[in-house]
């Protein structure tokens, strides 16, 4: 069983911070890319930041520039840093992990969410 539980979320004015976290737990054999997602209300899920075991990274065009994702494999974790926030920031943050077994399958896991609301 593998759980994805994140911390973080909260309320804060715009050009504010957060930093989000989240830690994979469970029976866990090699976690391949790690990422954040987020689902603003009336929207669909988007692809905020993602990091591979290796450390390359990749943005969506909104945030880059004001968010940083970061990873620890050692602890397994994933880490979301996000600075300049804007009210349109506002959403539901989700984390996800690529999970790799010892026979070569890869499976996905999400987060329960973790939610941001940013005040004008």
């Known amino acids: 069983q593998v759980q994805l539980v994140e911390s973080g979320g909260g309320l804060v004015q715009a050009g504010g911070s957060l930093r989000l976290s989240c830690v994979a737990t469970?029976?866990?054999?090699?976690?391949?890319?790690m990422a954040w997602y987020r689902q603003a209300p009336g929207k669909q899920r988007e692809l905020v930041a993602r990091?591979?075991?290796?450390?390359?990274?990749n943005y969506a065009t909104s945030v880059k520039g004001r968010f940083t994702i970061s990873r620890d494999n050692a602890k397994n974790t994933v880490d979301l840093q996000m600075n300049s926030l804007k009210p349109e920031d506002t959403a539901v943050y989700y984390c996800?992990?690529?999970?790799?077994?010892?026979?070569?399958?890869?499976?996905?896991?999400w987060g329960q969410g973790t939610r941001v609301t940013v005040s004008s």
């Open positions: 469970g029976s866990i054999f090699i976690i391949d890319a």
């Open positions: 990091i591979t075991n290796v450390g390359s990274t």
């Open positions: 996800y992990a690529d999970l790799l077994t010892a026979r070569g399958s890869k499976y996905g896991y």
